[in-house]
């Protein structure tokens, strides 16, 4: 049976994760969010600028049912369709609305059938990318590149009973704040650095889609376009 080890950054030591007690408007929906990440676990238990705990499990996923949005299958709008019906977006424009809408209907995976999901952490300055696209102001293109190249984090979300029921305490790791705090802010400023200088400067409308042009062709997740530009 295969076992992955999973890490969560937390202020408190978690021995037994409760599949009830999620919040439901995180980037999955309700869930229990975890890294395979030593390094990235500790930097999110310090999060708030204040001591914490690296919770460590291993996951018994041999029967579980795996959705990795990373694994070639997939691209970022199925990853921004999630992302839309989960958390809150500041829809400041017509355009916004209606691209959260349609992206929504064509793009949104049906997490019922799964358990656990792999995919991107949607930190601040993910997050701003994300609703920049939507509003129109970023292209398709920027949007993927940005999200490659900040290497803010991938996450392992458990979203069913099942796989809570298939994860084993094995114990927890301290984390300081004034170690990890400076690293948790100086990976996001990065992330918001490389955006401006390897993107930004060097964009180009040329054959670019933004989110309206999605919107005025009905383009779907099979459009050659839309697979050219996730390929680059």
């Known amino acids: 049976m295969s076992t992955t080890q999973l890490f969560h950054g937390s202020d408190h030591i978690i021995e037994k994760p409760d599949f009830h007690l999620g919040r439901r408007n995180n980037d999955y929906g309700r869930g229990f969010y975890c890294t395979r990440e030593l390094q990235m676990a500790m ?9 914490g ?16 949005l990373l694994d070639g299958d997939y691209n970022i709008l199925h990853w921004m369709a999630l992302l ?7 829809l400041s424009n017509e355009i ?15 997490l019922k059938y799964y358990d656990v999901v792999v995919g991107y952490r949607a930190d601040d300055s993910y997050f701003s990318f994300a609703e920049s696209f939507v509003q129109n102001g970023l292209s398709l293109r920027s949007l993927n590149q940005a999200l490659r190249l900040g290497k803010l984090g991938e996450q392992t979300v458990l979203i069913s009973e099942k796989a809570f029921s298939s994860l084993s305490f094995e114990g927890a790791e301290s984390a ?4 990890y705090y400076p690293r948790f802010i100086t990976r996001d400023f990065r992330a918001r650095e490389t955006y401006t ?6 964009r180009s409308y040329k054959d670019d889609i933004f989110v309206l042009d999605i ?4 383009m779907k997740n099979n459009d050659p376009r839309i697979q050219r530009i996730i390929s680059e």
Request: hydrophobic residues 35%; aromatic residues 10%.
């Open 43 to 51: 930097e999110w238990a310090c999060k708030q600028n204040t001591d």
């Open 96 to 110: 916004a609305v209606d691209a959260r809408d349609y992206i929504i209907d064509n793009f949104l995976i049906d």
């Open 215 to 218: 919107l005025r062709e009905e």
């Open 197 to 202: 200088k390897e993107i930004r400067k060097s």
């Open 84 to 90: 839309l019906k989960n958390r809150t977006f500041r």
């Open 176 to 179: 300081d704040k004034t170690i």
């Open 53 to 68: 705990f690296v919770n460590k499990y291993a996951l018994e996923q041999g029967t579980l049912k795996v959705l990795n």
